[in-house]
């Protein structure tokens, strides 16, 4: 089994952008997608929705870190 990547927090608004484009892009397709297709796009933007609201959190945890000086 291969071992996970490290969490790379210094990339996250870059990921999080990113992340936000592919779900655009994605409901763009499903105007057009049927059957699995649209399934899997829309529990393709479901983890890509639940990615954007951690990446948010963890966003908002770096910068209130980096008021407290903790970073």
């Known amino acids: 089994m291969p ?3 490290p969490n790379d927090s210094a990339n996250n608004e ?3 952008k990113k ?3 592919n ?3 994605a409901n763009e397709a499903a105007k057009t997608a049927e059957g699995s297709e ?3 796009i829309k529990e ?3 983890r890509r929705k639940e990615a954007i609201e951690g990446l948010q959190e963890e ?3 770096q910068n209130k ?3 407290n000086g903790y970073i």
């Open 59 to 61: 966003i908002h945890q």
């Open 3 to 5: 071992r996970p990547l």
């Open 65 to 67: 870190s980096r008021i």
């Open 38 to 40: 649209l399934a899997t």
């Open 23 to 25: 779900m655009e892009a």
């Open 19 to 21: 992340t936000i484009s």
């Open 14 to 16: 870059e990921r999080l």
């Open 44 to 46: 393709k933007n479901e």
